[in-house]
């Protein structure tokens, strides 16, 4: 098996075959194989130089193209494909960015590089996905284990679309209540405050404030959308700590925890039933799986049943001590150790909490349009009260 290479960020100027320059980053263990790399692309290396290693960050496969990239190397290779073939294939497929780590990964295989070490050097391929690849090329099952990676893609890109389905929703409402709101805060209320107000009729204190917030508003628009803007721009930089801070928001919400709990127990049972079929250890697949569950009581109760299976526990025992998952699924392990077929426990727990996601998700949905609407009735509807009381109190006073 071929050592495993460090990668380095390089900025570079090259040629291509019409003359022009072409200046750009790419990372490569050294500057051959930069220049490979580009010879490849049909670009002369002219000048390379190093970045500092903490520019080298890759970024990893979207699941839409780990779906189609691991399917086409599944059937392919069952076919009786060689792996060199099915990743020109598999690189047809994918997004250009993957298509070109398919191609470097296909230079690599084809220079006697071993599937796992050439992922494993491109970068882009998560620890689970080239542990499930190295332990497949021991056994001589690459096919298959392609084939259910691209399966636990499927599932974690299916709870993906859940999750992305119950934020989009509310973010929309929200989008419109404050657009409506904004326009009701500085165009109408106005308008209708400056005519109470040439009327000498005394108007209420809620009513004052709404104009007086409506005024400043406009008055100082430009300010707040930068302003909105700085905060935008601040969300996406501090995303992950955001979104963290967002799942630790929902984790403690009755309505949703239970949901967040089987999207992550969903994509543990996915992920370990991906690893169980390619022959990875149990306690190996317990290390690396429970890396990919955030719920903190989840994966700390999960490395806690790994830690002591190492040291010589009893996994049904070990099982039942992992509270942060339902009763009925910690029966279920325990009557599959017993009868040594937690491999298809596993995959069958990740389709069923896959559908429950689906069930609750619905369920939330339901409830979260009602609420919405209702939120958005106060606070639109609260605006426009402050003005139509005191035009109600006005046309009562003229008519008595």
């Not at 934020?167 to 005519?195: D, E, N, Q, R, W």
């Not at 501090?238 to 127990?265: C, D, G, H, W, Y």
Request: hydrophobic share 50%.
């Amino acid at each position: 098996m071929t050592q495993v290479e460090t990668t380095t960020q390089f900025f570079f100027s090259a040629v291509s075959a019409d003359g022009s320059r072409k200046r750009g980053m790419r990372t490569a263990t050294d500057e051959p194989s930069l220049a490979q790399a580009l010879s490849e692309d049909g670009l002369l290396l002219v000048k390379a130089r190093k970045l500092p290693s903490w520019t080298a960050r890759t970024t990893d496969l979207p699941l839409k193209d780990q779906v189609g990239f691991n399917r086409q190397i599944g059937d392919l290779l069952g076919r009786g494909v060689t792996l060199v073939e099915a990743l020109e294939v598999a690189g047809s497929v994918v997004t250009p960015a993957t298509k070109k780590r398919s191609e470097r990964i296909r230079s690599l295989v084809g220079a006697g590089a071993s599937f796992a070490d050439a992922c494993e050097q491109v970068g882009g391929f998560d620890s689970i996905t080239i542990t499930v690849y190295r332990s497949a090329e021991r056994a001589g099952d690459l096919g298959d284990a392609a084939r259910r990676l691209a399966e636990s893609a499927e599932r974690r890109q299916a709870i993906v679309g859940k999750a992305i389905t119950l934020l989009i929703y509310p973010a929309i409402v929200s989008a419109i209540s404050a657009i409506v709101a904004t326009l009701v805060l500085t165009i109408v209320v106005p308008k209708i405050g400056a005519g109470l107000a040439q009327t000498g009729i005394e108007l209420p204190w809620y009513t004052e404030l709404v104009m007086d917030a409506g005024n400043w508003l406009k008055a100082n628009f430009l300010f707040v959308l930068i302003g909105l803007v700085a905060f935008a721009s601040l969300l996406v930089v501090f995303r992950k700590i955001v979104f963290a801070a967002l799942l630790a928001l929902l984790r403690k919400m009755p309505a949703v925890s239970k949901l967040v709990l089987a999207m992550e127990s969903a994509r543990f049972f996915s992920v370990m039933g991906a690893m169980a079929r390619s022959g990875v250890p149990l306690a190996d697949s317990l290390g690396i799986a429970s890396g990919a569950v955030s719920h903190p009581q989840l994966r700390k109760q999960l490395e806690t049943v790994r830690t002591r299976l190492v040291e010589g526990g009893v996994l049904r025992q070990l099982l039942e001590e992992v509270t942060a998952l339902p009763l009925a699924t910690r029966r279920l392990l325990v009557a599959a150790e017993r009868s040594g077929d937690l491999d298809s426990a596993f995959d069958a727990l990740a389709v069923d909490l896959t559908n429950e996601m689906d069930t609750r998700s619905e369920r939330l949905l339901a409830a979260l349009e009602p609420a919405l609407i209702v939120v958005m009735f106060v606070v639109i509807g609260s605006l426009l009260m402050s003005v139509m009381v005191p035009l109600v109190t006005m046309s009562s006073q003229v008519q008595g």
